[in-house]
């Protein structure tokens, strides 16, 4: 069954709107999260890594400002893309890996955010 | 850089035959391998990973990682038509670092 939840599945919005995705890591605690964006046809790219209680990670290009990641528990771990506009649309997966450095991440059902 | 690369495709591959899917990745680094498999629209599903040298069976599929040659590829044997997806391999390097991913091999099963 699945070990990471994530929610909303989809969203459509208007410019300007701000958007929060929730993930959730179910049965097991995950200190570690991680946000990924994938955009049609494309790989999976890495946005952020989410430490719970402390501040995230973020790739080199990847706006700080506008993709807010909060990791407040261990077992949830939340991105707000702030004021969206048609270019942040896409597909936003997270995944969270079980304890140990050789572990497989999972990845959760995924977000398809379109911006109008 | 890290890159992971894969041969985009689409690999047709016959009912019943074997499946080859082959990855290279650049750094050196990297400790931890892992092929998933992505339905279009769907978010991608673990398939095996592997962090030894030499293959790695689970089923239908085996895992084959090359360090010196920074070679990796999965088989699945006995291809059925449900295998038609996506195949994305991903490293990572030490400690706690998200997935490079490659662009995906797009993989065909004729009935």
């Known amino acids: 069954g699945a070990v990471v939840s994530q929610h909303p599945s989809r969203v459509i919005c208007k410019s300007g709107t701000s958007v929060k995705i929730e993930c959730r890591s179910l049965d097991f605690q995950a200190t570690t999260m991680f946000w990924y964006r994938q955009f049609p046809k494309q790989s999976l790219m890495l946005m952020a890594t989410s430490n719970e209680g402390s501040k995230a990670t973020y790739e080199q290009g990847v706006e700080k400002d506008k993709f807010l990641i909060n990791h407040a528990s261990l077992t949830l771990s939340t991105l707000t893309v702030t004021s969206a506009h048609p270019e942040d649309s896409s597909f936003y997966i997270c995944s969270a890996r079980f304890a140990g450095s050789n572990q497989p991440q999972h990845f959760g059902d995924g977000t398809r955010l379109s911006i109008l | ?111």
Not at chain 2, 38 to 45: A, C, L
Request: glycine content about 10%; hydrophobic content about 30%; charged content about 20%.
């Open chain 2, 1 to 111: 850089q890290k890159e992971v690369e894969q041969n985009s495709g689409p690999l047709s591959v016959p009912e019943g035959a074997i499946a080859s899917l082959n990855c290279t990745y650049s750094d050196r680094g990297s400790q931890s391998f892992f092929w998933y498999r992505q339905y279009s629209g769907k978010s991608p599903e673990l398939i095996m990973f592997i962090y030894s040298n030499g293959d790695k069976e689970d089923g239908r599929f085996t895992a084959q990682l090359n360090k010196a040659s920074q070679y990796v590829s999965l088989l699945i044997r006995d291809s059925q038509p449900s295998d038609s997806a996506t195949y994305l391999c991903a490293a990572r390097g030490g400690g706690a670092d998200g997935l490079t991913f490659g662009k995906g091999t797009h993989l065909i099963i004729q009935p």
